[in-house]
């Protein structure tokens, strides 16, 4: 198994810019999730999913989009990117069953000028 | 709402010292307990978790944590640190309902000094 993929691994942006940023799982995990880390801030969630078709925000969802067509694929989505959504982007799936644990996938460092 | 305070923001020990890294949550139902670790310049790794059972769980690299239900704690201890153990940890709590939410701490960076 592959786990939690993400890429890209790093993407420099320009302030209005859109684009996407990947993740798959190849576990069959119901939730997936986004979370952007920040110095001294933790872990964020953005977004969450509990399953295809079905999805929620979390904590910071201003300025992010996602979708869940299918159980393996969860992208994340900028708009219009921002110098404040410069930070780290982790997916991370689990499943649904209780107890889980969350796997991570290895990150997106994104950088907005 | 539940959340998770890790009080010490950067620790730094030499090597062979002992280590205690503090985590308190608030919750009032069942949670499940975990402490990732993240190396630098990685992904969040799964350290140790609690589920149930003994409230003392082993993890990977001699890693332990203890569960301590009436002081709503979750504190991760090592006896004798190594310069391979710097890294950011993380704690975090999973209510054990609905759509189990997952909170995570502010983390705590531990700097070994050989």
């Known amino acids: 198994n592959a786990g939690v993929t993400q890429t890209p691994k790093f993407q420099v942006l320009k302030t209005g810019q859109s684009m996407t940023l990947q993740c798959a799982q190849d576990?069959?995990?119901?939730?997936m999730s986004w979370y952007r880390q920040d110095p001294g801030m933790g872990l964020r969630l953005i977004h969450y999913?509990?399953?295809?078709?079905?999805?929620d925000q979390g904590e910071v969802p201003n300025g992010y989009n996602v979708s869940r067509s299918t159980t393996e694929d969860f992208p994340l989505r900028l708009l219009s990117a921002a110098p404040s959504q410069t930070s780290v982007y982790f997916c991370?799936?689990?499943?649904?069953?209780?107890?889980?644990?969350?796997?991570f996938g290895p990150g997106t460092r994104l950088t907005v000028l | 709402a539940q959340s998770v305070s890790q009080h010490n923001h950067h620790v730094i020990l030499s090597e062979a010292a002992s280590l205690e890294l503090g985590c308190n949550y608030s919750y009032g139902g069942t949670v499940n307990l975990f402490w990732y670790v993240q190396y630098p310049g990685q992904h969040l790794q799964l350290l140790l978790k609690y589920f149930s059972g003994d409230p003392l769980v082993k993890g990977i690299k001699g890693f332990e944590a203890e569960f301590i239900k009436s002081k709503f704690s979750f504190n991760l201890r090592k006896p004798s640190v190594q310069w391979s153990d710097t890294a950011e940890y993380f704690c975090a709590v999973v209510n054990s309902g609905g759509y189990q939410k997952v909170t995570f701490g502010t983390g705590t960076k531990l700097q070994v000094i050989p």
């Open positions: 999913s509990v399953g295809a078709g079905i999805t």
């Open positions: 576990m069959n995990h119901e939730y």
């Open positions: 991370a799936s689990r499943p649904s069953t209780s107890p889980n644990e969350q796997f």
